[in-house]
């Protein structure tokens, strides 16, 4: 949308007719994405994408996404002996804005949409863009190991919780408290540069890391969101399907169950 109202629009999880005809059982989900800067990335997603080369397809951009986070992997771990590499992570976090983000605008302004390859490719992509991404800078010395190691646990946990939910409700949710995709990366590249001043924080009398101190609130943060989305999610799932009231149960001179154990005329379990 390209107003000031919430982006809410159709997307992976469902999408053209032609989808849908060669498999009537794929259901649609709602794309919820209300960060700072969706109406304002959705405007210059559009705008590049109608400016994008026919040659360039979003499997391009989808691979330049994969390469570029990998790309920043090697950079932070080269930036454990030389700073500048921490300049060429937030290039590589660009490049990977540009083919993350602009792969499914570009399929949809061409009507090239691939719902069903586009959301699994994308969020598989997602999982080892994540890996390269912490487990170079668990490398860059920057970050404690088990600091990277806790956000790729936290990160993998909520995106668990994420994709049920879009299976489950159709409601697939990208942003919360205003965060997305896109601030994280602007987040991230702010606190390269920052290290680039200092790389230690004081807190309580003790010197850290900040990327340890910046790396524990993330964990945090992720827990407690997928926490609040798991009972909420939960809730609304119970009240949607809650605990029949007065069914009668079943009985022996019913018709037996599909998957209950078969009987013999005698009464005694099939083995």
Not at 115 to 131: E, I
Request: charged fraction near 15%.
């Amino acid at each position: 949308m390209l107003n000031n109202r919430p982006s809410t629009q159709t997307i992976p999880s469902a999408s053209s007719s032609k989808a849908n005809s060669s498999n009537p059982s794929f259901r649609e989900a709602k794309r919820i994405q209300q960060s700072l800067l969706a109406n304002a990335e959705k405007r210059t997603l559009i705008w590049l994408a109608a400016r994008t080369p026919a040659w360039i397809n979003s499997d391009h951009l989808t691979l330049l996404g994969l390469l570029s986070m990998a790309g920043a992997g090697v950079a932070y771990w080269w930036s454990a002996t030389n700073r500048a590499g921490l300049l060429l992570v937030i290039l590589c976090l660009a490049l990977n804005w540009l083919g993350d983000s602009l792969d499914g605008t570009l399929a949809r302004f061409r009507d090239h949409s691939r719902p069903r390859y586009g959301f699994y490719v994308d969020h598989v992509v997602d999982a080892f863009s994540a890996l390269f991404l912490l487990g170079g800078l668990g490398l860059s010395g920057y970050m404690a190991p088990a600091v990277a190691l806790g956000l790729l646990i936290a990160y993998l946990m909520l995106s668990v919780e994420i994709y049920l939910a879009t299976y489950t409700l159709g409601d697939f949710k990208i942003s919360y408290f205003k965060m997305g995709p896109t601030e994280l990366r602007i987040l991230l590249s702010i606190g390269n540069l920052a290290l680039l001043w200092k790389s230690t924080v004081h807190i309580l009398g003790r010197a850290h890391k900040l990327f340890d101190v910046a790396g524990t609130l993330g964990i945090s943060g992720m827990l407690l969101i997928m926490v609040l989305s798991a009972i909420r999610n939960t809730t609304r799932l119970y009240q949607e399907e809650p605990l029949p009231v007065g069914k009668p149960l079943p009985n022996t001179k019913q018709v037996q169950l599909p998957f209950s154990t078969p009987v013999h005329l005698t009464g005694k379990p099939h083995l």
